[in-house]
C-alpha cells in the first residue's frame, strides 16, 4: 500500500486489491471489498452507475480520515470508491486498514464503511438488463 497515512480516492479507475508493505509496529490488515451483486431486491441488474457531488463527498472523506486519525489511534486507512458505471460482481469500494493488532483493524474497517454510507454523498442507480 505505497499511501500516506490516510488517503482516499473517488473516481471511475478500477480498484485494486493488491496489499503493500507494514511499517514498523504494524501488525495486522484489514481489507472490505465491497462487489456489485448481481441482484437487487430479488432482480437480476447489470450493474450500478455511481454519482456523487465531488467537492463535497471529497471534504467529507478528508474529515472523516482525519476524524478516524484523532479518535481511533494510530493507524493507515486507503479509501477508494468507484464512480460512474460498475458492473454486477465488480468491487464498487475498498477500505484498507493496516495498524498494530488485528482487532483495532477490524474495529476501524466497520467504523469507515459504517461512515461512509451514512455521511458522504454518493449515490447509486441501479442498471436493470
Same mark, same amino acid.
Given at each position: 500500500?505505497?499511501?500516506?497515512?490516510?488517503?482516499?480516492?473517488?473516481?471511475? !479507475?478500477?480498484?485494486?486489491?493488491?496489499? @503493500?508493505? %507494514?511499517?514498523?509496529?504494524?501488525?495486522?490488515?484489514?481489507? %472490505?471489498?465491497?462487489?456489485?451483486? @448481481?441482484?437487487?431486491?430479488?432482480?437480476?441488474?447489470?450493474?450500478?452507475?455511481?454519482?456523487?457531488?465531488?467537492?463535497?463527498?471529497?471534504?467529507?472523506?478528508?474529515?472523516?480520515?482525519?476524524?478516524?486519525?484523532?479518535?481511533?489511534?494510530?493507524? $493507515?486507512?486507503?479509501?477508494?470508491?468507484?464512480?460512474?458505471?460498475?458492473?454486477?460482481? !465488480?468491487?464498487?469500494?475498498?477500505?484498507?486498514?493496516?495498524?498494530?493488532?488485528?482487532? !483495532?483493524? %477490524?474495529?476501524?474497517?466497520?467504523?469507515?464503511?459504517? !461512515?461512509?454510507?451514512? $455521511?458522504?454523498?454518493?449515490?447509486? $442507480?441501479?442498471? %436493470?438488463?
Amino acid at each position: 500500500m505505497d499511501c500516506a497515512p490516510l488517503t482516499f480516492k473517488i473516481s471511475p !479507475e478500477p480498484i485494486s486489491s493488491e496489499t @503493500g508493505a %507494514f511499517l514498523a509496529g504494524e501488525g495486522a490488515e484489514v481489507q %472490505f471489498l465491497g462487489v456489485v451483486r @448481481g441482484e437487487e431486491k430479488g432482480q437480476v441488474i447489470r450493474g450500478i452507475d455511481y454519482s456523487a457531488y465531488l467537492p463535497m463527498a471529497e471534504r467529507m472523506l478528508r474529515e472523516l480520515t482525519e476524524q478516524g486519525a484523532a479518535e481511533k489511534g494510530a493507524h $493507515r486507512v486507503f479509501i477508494q470508491h468507484r464512480l460512474g458505471y460498475v458492473a454486477a460482481e !465488480e468491487p464498487s469500494i475498498i477500505i484498507r486498514v493496516q495498524t498494530r493488532h488485528s482487532a !483495532e483493524a %477490524f474495529d476501524l474497517c466497520r467504523w469507515y464503511l459504517q !461512515e461512509i454510507k451514512t $455521511r458522504v454523498p454518493i449515490w447509486k $442507480r441501479i442498471v %436493470f438488463p
